[in-house]
T-cell receptor, first 115, second 113 residues
Framework: DAGVIQSPRHEVTEMGQEVTLRCKPI?????LFWYRQTMMRGLELLIYFNNNVPIDDSGMPEDRFSAKMPNASFSTLKIQPSEPRDSAVYFC???????WGTGAFFGQGTRLTVV | GENVEQHPSTLSVQEGDSAVIKCTYS??????FPWYKQELGKGPQLIIDIRSNVGEKKDQRIAVTLNKTAKHFSLHITETQPEDSAVYFC????????????FGAGTRLFVKA
């Protein structure tokens, strides 16, 4: 298996633009997580899907952030409009059943820079 | 809210020495504790984990211990090698409340050759 695949690997955009990050989880995994990593705040869980349904989005910073999982093999994280403080590395991770008992498998991340 | 504290933030050891990273969690419902290693430019990778019904687990040079009463858990790396240099994260989660995982702030380990 190729693991969790994220695209793009790097994204540079201007403030105010819409940004869409993409994730393909490992086949057969029914849980998907979006994390954000910054030096100041470390790894933060943004949202968690189970069987394509959002279970916990309490980590989504504000309404500018939205996430979807239209099917078991694809998810998107959208920021509209983007702001410089959104600059971070965004990770997608998947797990066979939550992340309890098995841990989560992380993608390579998308480094987002908003200028 | 739930919190996981991790110490030290930076650790430098000589090749061949042992390294110990300690974490404390606040949510008494936490019952699964994974450890992740993150190398530069990559996502975190699960290296070992422990469940609350076990006090210790070992996998080659890596071991984890758990003290449920004190809400402490630790990662022990023996015979460290330069390739062990990375950032290590502890985490805590429970199989209730949506399987939410809380990560520690990370420990940057340097192994000097």
């Amino acid at each position: 298996d190729a693991g969790v695949i994220q695209s793009p690997r790097h994204e540079v955009t201007e403030m105010g633009q819409e940004v869409t990050l993409r994730c393909k989880p490992i086949s057969g995994h029914n849980s998907l997580f979006w994390y954000r990593q910054t030096m100041m705040r470390g790894l933060e869980l943004l949202i968690y899907f189970n069987n394509n349904v959002p279970i916990d989005d309490s980590g989504m910073p504000e309404d500018r952030f939205s996430a979807k999982m239209p099917n078991a093999s694809f998810s998107t994280l959208k920021i509209q409009p983007s702001e410089p403080r959104d600059s971070a590395v965004y990770f997608c991770a998947s797990s066979p059943r939550g992340s309890w008992g098995t841990g989560a498998f992380f993608g390579q991340g998308t480094r987002l820079t908003v200028v | 809210g739930e919190n996981v504290e991790q110490h030290p933030s930076t650790l430098s050891v000589q090749e061949g020495d042992s390294a110990v990273i300690k974490c404390t969690y606040s949510d008494s419902a936490s019952n699964y504790f994974p450890w992740y290693k993150q190398e530069l430019g990559k996502g975190p990778q699960l290296i070992i984990d422990i469940r609350s019904n076990v006090g210790e687990k070992k996998d080659q040079r890596i071991a984890v211990t758990l003290n449920k009463t004190a809400k402490h858990f630790s990662l022990h790396i023996t015979e460290t090698q330069p390739e062990d240099s990375a950032v290590y994260f502890c985490a805590a989660s429970s199989n209730t409340g949506g399987f939410k995982t809380i990560f520690g702030a990370g420990t940057r380990l340097f192994v000097k050759a």
